[in-house]
């Protein structure tokens, strides 16, 4: 076993030109061999450290790897750096990674694909290829969801998920289930994105004579949500299913197929149509985390972004990635009396209720600056819920933690009383006093999500669960009462990753003092 010794670590490249230290063979594609030290690769691979000391082999198998790759490989085993890397050697070097455990150059190629991400201003459709098709390998062959939030939130970002999406189904039956799953998670609740092209390829298929509807056209079909697309694109869903109809089936399964798809459309539909909310009840993410703003955006761009985003669902939403842009960018913004004319018109184009002004008296800000200037406009904010006339649940968490961070270390529990609840009281519970809901997070090494806890079994005696509620949106805030207020919105810090070992989120984190951190939760229920 290699001694602990401390990696990354500068060993010296110079010792690659030695023969004498390089007694491991690394036998690469095409039958290109690289030789290097079995001590220094030791110290970064506890796979190597077993193949060779446990092992002593003296040839490590890399064949499926190009002899560029495996060099990179060991280059940074050498030198603990991590130069750029190509994207065409990117999966190579990350796989490389990945399958001999040095886990630090798996770390730096996420960041380098976070940065790549990043980077792209006005990306080509080639451009979101590279991201997303990479997410779609980390997660089919290493079982990895480290690159699919940067990939998703990048598309989703500059609004193209409806071009990316047609232009990837083109080549629909090449197409695997894993890259079919990552299409259906990409569109989410917006299923006309993969209904309308599909329809055009079954068209396209009727005209050619052929009379069987492809494998993969029915594996998206009975994945996707169709009954979004039923309910808020119903040409685009019947136009689809008259289509469906004209193909002539060979068997009775193939038409049963057809109507047990139409039949279950319909019947989620008319449930959701009973009952327009998102149910607290379903255990999905948390809405309105996870996303991510272009801070080199100018403010101009940010509020047109916002304003005019599918993703943006409401007024708090749009504010609180507001301040999040002007926390990154120094408070800048201009002139609140250019600004709010701008703001109150996208409210009201957008259809949205004022915010409770509460929400916002938390945010660090000084007089005459745009938050404060936004929370005593009477068009966009309002004093009490009862102005509001809205179902709003909003509550703290019962324990505190001792960073906004910490959560996503592992599991956990964040618990909530909602009981003497105004929205509450208004349903007679009989449990007055003990209602509450659970979240419950995934770490970060797992994907980072918050989940809301369904299970009766999963609340003890002391926590009452209401499963008929329905909730419309929700939000997850944090705040520190230390010293000073002072608010977080959790929205807009993109996901949670683990970078040199330790749980990082969003580089403004690391500026909030304090170590007393609740979080809060907003909910509009239907």
């Known amino acids: 076993m290699a001694p602990n010794v401390s990696v990354p670590m500068n060993f010296g490249l110079k010792l690659l030109d030695s023969p004498t230290h390089n007694t491991l063979q690394l036998k690469a594609s095409q039958g290109a061999v690289v030789r290097a030290s079995s001590v220094i690769l030791s110290f970064n691979s506890p796979v190597i450290d077993h193949m060779t000391t446990s092992l002593h082999l003296t040839s490590v198998d890399m064949e499926e790897f190009s002899e560029e790759a495996v060099r990179y490989f060991v280059d940074a085993a050498y030198s603990g750096q991590s130069p750029p890397i190509s994207r065409n050697l990117f999966r190579d070097i990350h796989k490389l990674a990945n399958v001999f455990q040095m886990s630090w150059l798996v770390t ?27 997410a779609v390998y980390v997660l089919s062959q290493l079982k990895s969801r480290e690159l699919v939030e940067t990939a998703l939130s990048k598309i989703r970002t500059l609004n193209e998920e409806q071009n990316f999406i047609r232009n990837y189904l083109v080549d629909l039956n090449s197409l695997s289930t894993q890259q079919l799953d990552l299409i259906i998670e990409l569109a989410g609740t917006s299923v006309e994105y993969i209904v309308e092209p599909l329809t055009e390829q079954l068209t396209a298929s009727l005209e050619k004579g052929e009379d069987k509807v492809p494998a993969n056209c029915k594996y998206l079909l009975e994945n996707c ?47 959701l149509a009973t009952f327009p909310a998102t149910s607290v009840l379903t255990p999905d993410s948390i809405p309105n985390l996870f996303h991510t703003i272009d801070f080199k955006m100018s403010f101009d761009e940010v509020v047109d972004w916002l304003g005019s985003s599918p993703k943006v669902t409401n007024l708090i939403m749009f504010v609180q990635g507001l301040w999040t842009w002007m926390l990154s960018n120094n408070y800048k913004h201009k002139s609140p009396a250019e600004v709010m004319p701008r703001l109150i018109e996208i409210k009201e184009k957008r ?51 001792k960073n906004v961070t910490s959560i996503f270390e592992k599991e956990t529990e964040l618990h909530f009383d909602i009981g003497g609840n105004a929205a509450l009281d208004k349903r007679n519970c009989l449990s007055h006093g003990k209602c509450a809901l659970i979240l419950k997070t995934v770490p970060a090494k797992d994907g980072a999500n918050v989940v809301l806890c369904t299970d009766p079994a999963e609340y003890p005696d002391n926590m009452h669960f209401h499963k008929e509620f329905q909730a419309k949106d929700m939000h997850l805030t944090a705040y520190n009462f230390d010293s000073v207020f002072f608010h977080i919105p959790l929205s807009w810090f993109g996901t949670p990753v683990i970078k040199d070992g330790s749980v990082y989120w969003s580089e403004m984190l690391y500026k909030c003092s304090g170590s007393q951190w609740y979080f809060y939760l907003i909910i509009y229920l239907a």
């Not at 730096?108 to 098709?133: G, H, K, M, N, W």
């Not at 469906?244 to 319909?266: A, E, N």
């Not at 949205?352 to 938050?371: A, H, P, S």
Request: aromatic share 14%; with cysteine.
């Open 225 to 271: 949500e169709l009954h979004h697309c039923q309910i808020y694109h119903e040409r685009s869903c019947d136009k689809l299913f008259d289509v469906l109809q004209q193909f002539r089936y060979q068997s009775f399964d193939d038409s049963k197929w057809v109507l047990q798809i139409h039949r279950k459309t319909t019947a989620a539909a008319l449930k």
């Open 351 to 401: 259809g949205w209720t004022g915010i409770f002004v509460y929400w916002l008296n938390l945010c660090r800000c000084k007089n005459g600056d745009l938050i404060c200037i936004i929370r005593n406009n009477k068009t966009l904010c309002y004093d009490s819920f009862d102005e509001t006339e809205l179902n709003i649940v909003s509550v703290y968490s019962r324990e505190a933690f």
């Open 108 to 134: 730096r190629c996420v960041q380098q694909f976070t940065d790549i991400a990043q980077s792209l201003q006005e990306p080509s459709y080639e451009d979101l290829l590279f991201l997303f098709d990479e």
